[in-house]
């Protein structure tokens, strides 16, 4: 389809701003703009149709099963939506006097409570936009911690193979060296291996549980004592939490910080992209080193600046919105919901690996939690079918494909996660779906490496866009 | 695959040409971009940086990829191939011709493989 | 309760006969018992839609909404027409996940290519990311694409806003950068400083243009200064001031940088607000987060795809010189949206009518005793004196149902950081200095 620019008409427009009423001023010569800034020119009626053109083009939650492994692609309620939008919210200024902002304070407060209880942890902040920044945040609170104890040497984060490329990165930006663990078979943490990379130089471990292959770490407990006897830290990936919650908690597993994603776990949306929410909890130890400001009070709320703050990581106080919609979700599942959503996404997820157990490869065969990998190896030996050959016949039967590829220490791996807001039809026709395609593999393999053949657009030049690439509209 | 007569070789898979005794050209070997797969970038070190034995000095990517290219000696980078930046596509193609970097007064090296050697590596690590 | 689920007690039997389990709970048998909960969670009981409709309007409700407002500092309110808000409520957008799938993710994938263009434009750059999470960590992330071996100083000028500073202080505590601040002099950064002080191997120089007290600094000289060393030029803009001011690259600068909020984005107790990055082509390859790029399809046709993910962390891990991973892809539709609609030409109007509203405010305040500080141009925001108390003025204002300037502290204590946009009729300003006048 056409871009935005091709469609623009010098002359065109909107009618927006009335004229101006006071005497016009305009910059001196010196600070002028020269150069002609070429914007879109559309009537309101052209630029409506544009993105519902767009909008065709584009598969959200609302358009069929989403069952992206690691990604929690559960239903976004619309009371969400709507609450976000009271103008209540959205149209206060965040640098207003406290008295006038009770009722955000109040939102932010009563999310720290809920979701701290949730996490077992004992204080709370908001700033993080996304789950990689909560991770920054959460290793600088580990660096400030061992910082102020003068112990200088706790230089390293100890991190399985199997975590997401998040991790690594997170712990690189906060200065950390990175010690990379090779998981056990199983996919679980090997304690000899984590045993032998502990020492006086371990600022902590990063984990994430249920792990990235869905699988809950049977020796969860010994592994955050191995570290804290270490004189290490330990760091929950709240990733997963969705399989957990009302069913343990990181703060009883040995965790002293967390991130948890709304944007996952919290049911507010993903945005194409974002903006998430990637809040993090600590224990009490490492309360003092929060990111200012905090909030602070009972009945009347205000704002505090901790002198130990590692300091902000962000303008303002984070994705306030966000943090709206994730406080609307846990007020309406309330104290039956929260363990109850946990408690389907993890059926849900054993219904579906057990129906397809027979015909595909599981990478691991044991009670998952609320995610399951395959491996395509078998397959892709057999056939020439890979893991991505599935995911694109998915497409043209109006599923999003599972995560692809990841984790890393699996061979052609497919990541599922159903999530609890699925019905058990839509997980039977899906189910019919994978099985179809397997038969399909065997049978008619050069018609998988075809797909999709449905969608707007069909498999793309990725090689030819990273060599030459092309970033905007080039206007002539 | 494909292999060379006048170049040594490392376990990591790059292949060093010797021009004299302390200057060589380096590049990654057919298997290598065998495995990678359709290059997209590559990122090279700059004239007069100094390498150190075993030490990352390049990497290439590909699409889904990034693998690091380690280098086989000490010494002092002299040439960097500049037609790699616009053209990474050279190293799928013709492996052995398009080095990535000239490396002069070479104090120390590491443990090269000879050909038969090499090819010996290549069958099993293709074997695993 | 309310719930999402729609699983029946029947249907639960089944799947658990399929999977070979008794019960749910048998399903956490990995679970070691002794860290288990028991019991309930301490939350209150799940309520109907009704009622957290009740509870949350009444949170809202202990917000007090001002209607003017003359705050900026960061966040600025300016018109958001009905389209952009209707476009960005679309829930094919709202729910989508990150466009990996690009065959059915075109319509994401192109808005954001789209974007990335539009934001070109503005800043006169060569490529442009798809969104970080604000300007703050927007400026921090241009700062470590500047970090080179032998180059691990980079400066920041104080008269950038002080959550920039801030946010950029914590980022440089984690990657080892060395934060040099240069002082503010006049309203604006000093320049004999950085001519003094300027370390050959300096990695960058970030300044704000306009700065945090509204000022339009001398960006140019500024520019050639951090050139003369061989570091980097980092500007952070207001993206409205582009409409009629020098672009980023105008001024020499090698990264752009701001927060995109005042493109269409609500004010929402700050957030979630937008961070914009463009950068020359040079660098091209240090942004950081995800990039769209146009190719082709099988058959031919033009298509969009997230390109050159080899910077990123899900490929290198460690060596990534960025974590970034969720952005602010909604934002960023939002803001291209409000760009198009605006135009060019509306784009200058909102600058043009914020400056020339921001000058008739600053004439009409020295009138009645609230002088400017500073005696230089700016764009739309500017700081006074108060002639009595700041609290006073601004609780008279508030109590009127007026938001006024932001009372500026430290060594600015006593003077206010005034801002008007289009929003600001003229009506509105006489009746602030009406109630000036008689406090």
Redesign the interface.
């Known amino acids: 389809?056409e871009?935005?620019?091709d469609k623009s008409c010098e002359g065109r427009?909107?009618s927006?701003?009335p004229e101006?009423?006071?005497?016009?001023?305009?910059?001196?010569d010196k600070?002028?703009?020269?150069?002609?800034?070429?914007?879109?020119?559309?009537s309101?009626n052209d630029?409506?149709r544009?993105?519902t053109?767009?909008?065709?083009?584009?598969?959200?939650?609302?358009?069929g099963f989403?069952p992206?492994g690691s990604?929690t692609?559960?239903?976004?309620?619309k009371?969400n939506?709507?609450?976000a939008?009271?103008?209540?919210?959205?149209?206060?200024?965040?640098?207003?006097?406290e008295?006038?902002?009770?009722?955000?304070l109040?939102?932010l407060q009563l999310a720290k409570g809920?979701l701290c209880?949730?996490t077992g942890m004992d204080d709370m902040t908001f700033q993080p936009?996304?789950?990689?920044?909560g991770?920054?945040t959460g290793?600088?609170l580990i660096?400030a911690y061992h910082a102020n104890r003068g112990d200088v040497k706790r230089t390293n984060i100890i991190i399985p193979d199997s975590a997401?490329?998040?991790n690594?990165?997170?712990?690189?930006?906060?200065?950390f060296t990175?010690v990379s663990i090779p998981s056990r078979t199983d996919g679980c943490v090997d304690l000899e291996k984590l045993k032998e990379a502990v020492g006086e130089d371990t600022a902590g471990l990063m984990l994430t549980n249920p792990n990235t292959v869905g699988?809950?770490d049977?020796s969860?407990?010994e592994i955050t004592k191995i570290v804290h006897e270490s004189g290490g830290l330990t760091y929950y990936d709240g990733a997963n939490l969705n399989a957990?919650m009302?069913?343990?908690?990181p703060g009883?597993?040995?965790f002293d910080v967390i991130h948890i994603?709304l944007?996952k776990t919290f049911?507010t949306?993903?945005?194409?992209?974002?903006?998430?929410s990637?809040p993090v909890g600590c224990k009490k130890l490492l309360a003092e080193f929060l990111?200012a400001p905090t909030i602070k009070g009972t009945k009347v709320l205000s704002f505090e600046f901790n002198s130990k703050s590692?300091?902000?990581?962000?303008?303002?106080?984070?994705?306030?919105?966000?943090v709206?919609r994730a406080?609307?979700y846990?007020?309406?599942?309330?104290?039956?919901?929260?363990?109850?959503?946990s408690?389907?996404a993890?059926?849900?997820a054993?219904?579906m690996m057990?129906?397809l157990s027979d015909l595909y490869d599981m990478a691991y065969n044991?009670?998952c939690m609320h995610e399951f990998v395959m491996s395509l190896e078998g397959l892709k030996k057999e056939t020439g079918v890979c893991a991505m050959d599935i995911?694109?016949g998915l497409?043209d039967n109006g599923i999003?494909?599972p995560t692809m590829?990841?984790p890393m220490i699996v061979h052609e791996a497919l990541m599922i996660e159903p999530t609890?807001?699925?019905?058990?039809e839509t997980i039977d026709k899906a189910v019919e779906v994978f099985r179809a395609l397997h038969t399909m593999a065997k049978e008619n393999a050069e018609a998988l490496l075809r797909a999709?053949i449905s969608?707007?657009?069909?498999?793309?030049?990725?090689?030819?866009?990273?060599?030459y690439?092309?970033?905007?509209?080039e206007y002539t | 695959m494909n292999f060379q007569e006048d170049v040594m070789y490392t376990e990591s898979h790059e292949w060093i040409k010797f021009i004299d005794e302390t200057t060589v050209l380096i590049g990654i070997t057919d298997f290598a971009q065998h495995e990678l797969g359709d290059l997209v970038f590559v990122n090279l070190p700059q004239i007069d940086d100094a390498l150190t034995v075993g030490k990352t000095f390049a990497d290439v990517e590909s699409v889904k990829a990034v693998s690091d290219v380690f280098s086989p000696v000490s010494g002092i980078v002299c040439e960097v191939n500049q037609d790699l930046l616009d053209a990474p596509q050279m190293i799928n193609e013709a492996p052995y011709l398009a080095w990535l970097i000239k490396v002069s007064n070479i104090s120390e090296q590491k443990k090269m493989l000879n050909l038969e050697q090499y090819r010996e590596f290549v069958a099993q690590e293709s074997e695993k | 309760m309310g719930t999402y689920v729609s699983t029946t007690e029947r249907e639960t039997k089944e799947m658990l006969e399929v999977i070979g389990q008794k019960t749910v709970d048998g399903l956490f048998c990995h679970i070691p018992e002794e860290v288990k909960t028991k019991g309930d969670l301490n939350l209150p009981k799940g309520i109907s839609e009704l009622e957290v409709r009740k509870k949350m309007e009444n949170l809202a409700a202990k917000n007090i909404m001002f209607s003017s407002i003359f705050r900026g500092a960061g966040a600025y309110n300016h018109y958001i027409p009905s389209i952009v808000k209707n476009v960005a409520a679309k829930e094919e957008f709202v729910t989508a996940y990150t466009p990996y799938q690009a065959e059915i993710s075109q319509g994401i994938l192109q808005s954001i290519f789209e974007y990335q263009t539009m934001i070109c434009q503005l800043t006169g750059m060569d490529s442009s990311n798809a969104s970080v999470y604000d300007g703050a960590t927007a400026a921090a992330e241009a700062i470590a694409m500047c970090k080179e071996r032998k180059r691990e100083k980079a400066y920041i000028s104080a008269t950038a806003h002080p959550d920039v500073i801030a946010t950029v202080k914590t980022y440089c505590f984690g990657n080892g950068i060395e934060l040099i601040l240069v002082p503010e002099k006049d309203g604006v950064t000093d320049e004999a400083f950085l001519n003094a002080n300027l370390y050959k191997a300096a990695a960058c120089l970030y300044i704000q243009q306009p700065n945090y007290y509204g000022i339009i600094e001398n960006a140019a000289l500024i520019g050639e200064a951090i050139h003369s060393v061989g570091g980097k030029y980092i500007i952070g803009a207001n993206p409205i001031s582009l409409g009629a001011l020098k672009s980023p690259k105008e001024y020499g600068a090698d990264i752009a940088v701001g927060e995109g909020q005042p493109l269409g984005l609500p004010l929402a107790f700050g957030g979630p607000y937008l961070g914009f990055m463009a950068c020359v082509e040079a660098m091209t390859r240090k942004l950081p987060g995800r990039i769209v790029g146009e190719t082709k399809d099988l058959d031919g046709k033009r298509a969009y795809v997230l390109t050159l993910q080899a910077r990123e962390q899900h490929i290198r891990r460690e060596k990534a010189s960025s974590n970034i991973c969720s952005n602010q892809a909604l934002c960023a539709l939002t803001a291209a949206v409000y760009m198009a609609t605006m135009g060019s030409a509306g784009i200058y109007q909102v600058a043009i009518q914020s400056r020339s509203k921001a000058q008739y405010m600053a004439d009409k305040l020295g009138e009645i005793g609230f002088d400017l500080v500073y005696n230089k141009e700016f764009f739309n925001e500017f700081v006074t004196t108060s002639p009595g108390s700041v609290k006073k003025a601004l609780s008279t204002l508030e109590s009127n149902g007026i938001l006024g300037g932001f009372p500026l502290t430290g060594d600015k204590e006593g003077t206010i950081l005034w801002c008007c946009t289009e929003m600001n009729s003229k009506d509105e300003i006489d009746q602030v200095i009406k109630i000036l006048k008689e406090v």
């Not at chain 1, 939008?85 to 006097?97: D, E, S, W, Y």
């Not at chain 1, 008295?99 to 955000?104: L, T």
């Not at chain 1, 969608?455 to 060599?467: F, H, I, K, N, Y």
């Open positions: 389809m871009l935005i620019f427009g909107c927006i701003l101006c009423d006071v005497p016009i001023v305009l910059p001196s600070d002028k703009r020269a150069k002609k800034l070429n914007l879109p020119e559309l309101e630029l409506s544009h993105y053109e767009l909008i065709k083009r584009t598969y959200g939650i609302n358009d989403y992206l990604c692609m559960k239903y976004n309620p009371i939506e709507d609450m939008n009271l103008p209540g919210f959205t149209k206060i200024h965040p640098l207003q006097p008295y006038s902002v009770q009722g955000c109040e939102v809920y209880e949730i936009a996304a789950g990689a920044h991770e920054f290793l600088l660096k997401h490329g998040t690594p990165a997170s712990a690189a930006i906060a200065g990175v699988l809950f049977k969860i407990v957990v009302g069913i343990v908690r009883d597993m040995g994603n944007h049911s949306p993903h945005g194409g992209g974002g903006p998430g990637g990111p590692i300091g902000r990581v962000k303008s303002f106080y984070g994705n306030f919105l966000v709206v406080l609307v846990v007020l309406t599942l309330g104290k039956e919901g929260i363990p109850e959503a408690k389907n993890v059926l849900n054993n219904y057990a129906r044991e009670t995911a694109k497409l999003h494909p590829y990841f609890e807001t699925e019905s058990k999709p969608t707007p657009v069909r498999r793309l030049d990725e090689v030819g866009a990273a060599r690439p092309k970033l905007k509209y």
